[in-house]
């Protein structure tokens, strides 16, 4: 069962209508009613009761998101989230990283402190903390330089402002943060493969294959770096699927065919009966 955007959209933030100045695009934009004048909404196309929310030229008329561009716009955002998320996860552990830098040494004897109360009871289960992987990983740190882990603490901010900042374009649909999350996940999946490499978990699988297929979306999906036409194609579509333009298309089409089939039907466009379009433009109240 597939998926009405336009509709889905309209029911959580409402319809946008718009009154052209052209007489032909404004006669097929609204339709007059025993409760009053119906305008047709430019993202879902049903018309709606009231005085429509804008007016003036068709070509000032808002750039309505209307089926494929809201379903990417809705996959833009699951994406935006989870940059987010991850941003915020990693300024913990810049911050972690960056106080621990600061009381390096405080840690250290707290920790051989507790090692010694627990060494006899790990003993007395079988463990060995001495030669525990973990306890060695974590000994080590204690022997960072000072300056080694603020630059490790700096690396991890800059990563986590890139990832927030990313999402934020995202969420809006901005074509730098698509630009940019290309290039910024691009660059980390070599690390990610190299992880696997070391040791393999669904996590780590999920996780790649997410940042994989997000690559591959938004590249040739969204026509990045001159893919499929590029920039101007992608224009080109988005503005083809506006129902502004569509309108002003079939009106150019019929003028050309030298007879305006929906001059005496439906405002709605050629092909549709006035009653049904009264009749759903009566239904809304």
């Given at each position: 069962m597939s998926i009405d955007w336009d509709r889905r959209h309209c029911a959580r933030?409402?319809?946008?209508?718009?009154?052209?100045?052209?007489?032909?695009?404004?006669?097929?934009?609204?339709?007059?009613?025993?409760?009053?004048?119906?305008?047709?909404?430019?993202?879902?196309?049903?018309?709606?009761?009231?005085?429509p929310?804008?007016?003036?030229?068709?070509?000032?008329?808002?750039?309505?998101?209307?089926?494929?561009?809201?379903?990417?716009?809705?996959?833009?955002?699951?994406?935006?989230?989870?940059?987010?998320?991850?941003?915020?996860?990693?300024?913990?552990?810049?911050?972690?990283?960056?106080?621990?830098?600061?009381?390096?040494?405080?840690?250290?004897?707290?920790?051989?402190?507790?090692?010694?109360?627990?060494?006899?009871?790990?003993?007395?289960?079988?463990?060995?903390?001495?030669?525990?992987?973990?306890?060695?990983?974590?000994?080590?740190?204690?022997?960072?330089?000072?300056?080694?882990?603020?630059?490790?603490?700096?690396?991890l901010g800059a990563y986590a402002l890139i990832e927030v900042v990313e999402g934020v374009g995202l969420w809006f649909g901005k074509r730098w943060a698509e630009y940019l999350a290309v290039v910024a996940t691009a660059a980390f999946l070599p690390i990610e493969i190299y992880e696997l490499t070391e040791k393999i978990s669904y996590f780590k699988i999920g996780t790649l294959a997410l940042n994989v297929v997000a690559v591959l979306y938004i590249l040739i999906g969204k026509r990045l770096f001159g893919l499929r036409g590029g920039h101007a194609a992608f224009e080109a579509e988005r503005r083809g699927e506006s129902l502004m333009e569509?309108?002003?298309?079939?009106?150019?089409?019929?003028?050309?065919?030298?007879a305006d089939t929906a001059a005496g039907g439906a405002p709605g466009g050629p092909g549709k009966e006035p009653l049904p379009v009264r009749q759903r433009a009566a239904d809304q109240l």
């Open positions: 933030k409402g319809h946008i209508t718009y009154a052209p100045d052209e007489p032909r695009l404004k006669e097929k934009l609204h339709a007059p009613t025993a409760v009053g004048t119906a305008w047709r909404c430019l993202r879902c196309g049903d018309f709606v009761l009231g005085e929310h804008g007016s003036g030229p068709a070509d000032r008329a808002p750039l309505v998101p209307r089926g494929r561009a809201l379903r990417d716009l809705f996959i833009l955002r699951f994406l935006a989230v989870e940059r987010v998320l991850r941003g915020l996860l990693v300024i913990l552990a810049a911050w972690a990283v960056w106080r621990f830098s600061n009381s390096q040494d405080s840690v250290r004897e707290l920790f051989d402190k507790d090692l010694t109360v627990f060494r006899p009871v790990a003993r007395h289960f079988g463990y060995d903390l001495d030669h525990s992987p973990v306890v060695d990983t974590i000994q080590k740190t204690f022997d960072y330089k000072k300056s080694t882990l603020q630059k490790a603490a700096a690396g569509v309108e002003e298309a079939a009106g150019e089409h019929l003028g050309r065919g030298g």
